[in-house]
């Protein structure tokens, strides 16, 4: 993976993002603050690109969604596949501001 430039998760793991409060790869903290800077940073720079779209996970089992998507995109293709969300729930303690923060974010990005 490293060949390939993948280091997001494993042996040899580079943060995409200097940590602000969490160093620990093993630590929800730190994953969950990674992806609050990382999408903080991708949304503000291309938020307003009329060929740049961001794609909610969460709705990828929609396939209404999905067709808007590919409508969007001016594909001449009908969705294929079967998308299944994760149901899995989270019971780790958190930083209830930190998760704050990347919850009102993605309520922005859910827009």
Request: charged share 25%; glycine share 2%; proline share 2%.
């Amino acid at each position: 993976m490293n060949y390939l430039g993948h280091n997001e998760f494993g042996k040899n793991h580079m943060s995409w993002n200097i940590p602000k409060l969490y160093n620990n790869y093993n630590d929800l903290h730190y994953w969950l603050e990674q992806w609050f800077i990382f999408y903080d940073n991708v949304f503000y720079k291309y938020r307003n690109y009329k060929n740049c779209y961001f794609v909610n996970y969460d709705n990828l089992h929609n396939n209404n969604y999905i067709k808007q998507f590919i409508k969007i995109l001016d594909l001449n293709t009908k969705p294929n596949f079967q998308f299944k969300i994760n149901q899995k729930e989270v019971t780790d303690r958190f930083d209830k501001e930190l998760y704050l923060n990347a919850e009102e974010f993605f309520q922005i990005l859910q827009r």
